[in-house]
T-cell receptor
Framework: DTEVTQTPKHLVMGMTNKKSLKCEQHMGHRAMYWYKQKAKKPPELMFVYSYEKLSINESVPSRFSPECPNSSLLNLHLHALQPEDSALYLC????????????FGPGTRLTVL | EDQVTQSPEALRLQEGESSSLNCSYTVSGLRGLFWYRQDPGKGPEFLFTLYSAGEEKEKERLKATLTKKESFLHITAPKPEDSATYLCAVRTSYDKVIFGPGTSLSVIP
């Protein structure tokens, strides 16, 4: 089973709202990732968690706050977003945070009004 | 500077017309090269991982090859359902993953 699940599939929020994106995997992977993808562009890495510790933060604005409660779950907390943050947010996992293959979830389509 | 490029940007093929997609990279040490397929509005679907020059992998109508500077994704006798964007990604020696811009493939019946 190489499934990564993400909820919700779609999210519309105002600039003053607080919301969270959720990601779950049950493959025993120890690395999890958040990516942002704008239309017709490749995914851009935001955060990497390895063994539930944040190991890479690609200079993402503080209005995005990641959380890894355990090895199977990854959250992305959103607060005071801007319209330009509208994008497809992808979660991925890999066995380890090394050269291992990353497996992606279906994504959450976020629209900020 | 680490860089991954893909060509062509877009490709239209007739059903059954074989072709190749290119991924060229300039990175500080290659720890893996990945091919993904992505349908509109969905997450990338893993296809292949290649680790060293000379390595080849096949899956149905797709075959991926790797040299020291580039990778090719060969599509043999494509079908309309192969239409998608094909992404190449490289993991560098610093464990950073860099995606190429993708090739949009359309297979016409």
């Amino acid at each position: 089973d190489t499934e990564v699940t993400q909820t919700p599939k779609h999210l519309v929020m105002g600039m003053t709202n607080k919301k969270s994106l959720k990601c779950e995997q049950h493959m025993g992977h120890r690395a999890m990732y958040w990516y942002k993808q704008k239309a017709k562009k490749p995914p851009e890495l935001m955060f990497v968690y390895s063994y539930e510790k944040l190991s890479i933060n690609e200079s993402v604005p503080s209005r995005f706050s990641p959380e890894c409660p355990n090895s199977s779950l990854l959250n992305l907390h959103l607060h005071a977003l801007q319209p330009e943050d509208s994008a497809l947010y992808l979660c991925a996992s890999s066995p380890l945070a090394g050269p291992d293959t990353q497996y992606f979830g279906p994504g959450t389509r976020l629209t900020v009004l | 500077e680490d860089q991954v490029t893909q060509s062509p940007e877009a490709l239209r093929l007739q059903e059954g017309e074989s072709s190749s997609l290119n991924c060229s990279y300039t990175v500080s040490g290659l720890r893996g090269l990945f091919w993904y397929r992505q349908d509109p509005g969905k997450g990338p679907e893993f296809l292949f991982t290649l680790y060293s020059a000379g390595e080849e992998k096949e899956k149905e109508r797709l075959k991926a090859t790797l040299t020291k500077k580039e990778s090719f994704l060969h599509i043999t006798a494509p079908k309309p359902e192969d239409s998608a964007t094909y992404l190449c990604a490289v993991r560098t020696s610093y464990d950073k993953v860099i995606f190429g811009p993708g090739t949009s493939l359309s297979v016409i019946p």
